[in-house]
């Protein structure tokens, strides 16, 4: 008996045809399933069709029912339109009044940037406005006011009154020679000539002198877009802003300053406050020159010009004030509105009207 195992016999003879790797055939195709022809017939197909257009016609009108109740229904009009009154300083009513042409619409379809569009156009004082639909009837407004960043003095000066023209004072002495004339018991039934059109509008008045201009002063605060507001009180915490020049009052809510040259200032504060290192209490706007005057905390005044970039006039400042000792003297202002130049005056000297 040999000592080596017996090798086991194969289980395969290894061929070079492939074909017990090819993937067995699939299964006879079922057969279709029979259709609703062909299992009802003709009737049964006409049922089936005719179901499902029933139910697609329902459906349909549900849809349209639905959307006409609640579009024309008056249980979703809007009866009432209320401004939140968190902030007591805005005039609520005021802004309820000119929304009132949205009352009787339906609240579900009614679009929100209708409000925001009326209040945005006719009370620029506030920077954005929140509306909430309260279901079934009612829009409820949140609105956000400017910030309020100084304290307002406006100065104006009334134009002088012009003098009538020749014609005017000729019509109202052949008035007055009329009415010498006439019966004194029947003058007052006569006009009086001096309530003439330009008589009153105070052209000019009795004695013929025409009357002087005058100036009033108006005390307010200022918004960050240059609205003026009347209706709160002073803030001691903030800056003054003068604004001089003007040739009419200002109205409460009215631009006292335009938005555009208020950016220009609060820029120029705060680039001033960074490159000097100077708290800024008083700013001079002059309506006429188109520049402004920056009053600092120890009393320095800068004058730079609102047509140019404040960065450029004040980095001359920032360059030459320590390093030419110009912190050491009483100066009354410094001026940068000339191009490459800085020109400063001392206090008490030829150039200081205030002396004078």
């Not at 005719?50 to 009108?61: G, H, Q, T």
């Not at 940037?113 to 929140?130: A, D």
Request: some cysteine; hydrophobic content about 40%; aromatic content about 10%.
């Amino acid at each position: 008996m040999p000592f080596w195992k017996r090798k086991p016999k194969r289980l395969y003879v290894p061929v070079k045809s492939s074909w017990y790797t090819r993937p067995r055939r699939k299964g006879a195709v079922k057969t279709r399933n029979a259709t609703v022809l062909e299992k009802r017939g003709m009737m049964g197909f006409v049922k089936e069709v005719a179901n499902k257009s029933a139910f697609w016609v329902v459906s349909i009108l549900g849809v349209v029912g639905l959307f006409m109740v609640l579009f024309f229904s008056s249980y979703f009009s809007i009866k009432s339109i209320e401004v939140d009154r968190e902030n007591f300083n805005i005039d609520s009513a005021k802004i309820e009044n000119s929304l009132s042409v949205f009352v009787g619409k339906n609240l579900i379809f009614f679009p929100k940037s209708r409000i925001q569009n009326v209040v945005l156009k006719g009370f620029p004082e506030f920077s954005g406005v929140e509306i909430k639909k309260l279901f079934p009837s009612k829009i409820k407004i949140k609105l956000t006011s400017y910030p309020i960043v100084a304290n307002l003095r406006a100065y104006y000066v009334l134009p002088p009154a012009e003098e009538p023209p020749a014609e005017d004072f000729t019509e109202l002495n052949k008035a007055i020679e009329e009415l010498s004339t006439v019966d004194p018991t029947i003058l007052s039934a006569q006009a009086n000539p001096l309530e003439d059109k330009n008589a009153s509008k105070g052209i000019f008045s009795l004695d013929g002198q025409s009357e002087g201009p005058v100036a009033s002063e108006q005390k307010g605060l200022l918004n960050e877009i240059g609205q003026a507001i009347f209706d709160q009180e002073e803030n001691l915490e903030l800056m003054s802003i003068v604004v001089r020049g003007l040739t009419q009052p200002v109205e409460d809510r009215e631009f006292a300053i335009p938005t555009k040259t208020m950016d220009y200032i609060l820029g120029a504060v705060r680039y001033f406050t960074n490159a000097v290192g100077l708290e800024v209490l008083n700013v001079e706007y002059f309506t006429f020159a188109n520049e402004i005057h920056l009053k600092a905390k120890n009393g320095l005044v800068v004058w730079i010009s609102v047509d140019r970039d404040f960065k450029v006039q004040l980095d001359k400042l920032k360059t030459i004030y320590e390093p030419a000792e110009l912190n050491k003297v009483d100066l009354a202002y410094i001026d940068l509105r000339v191009k490459e130049k800085v020109i400063y005056c001392l206090r008490g000297s030829k150039c200081d009207k205030k002396a004078d």
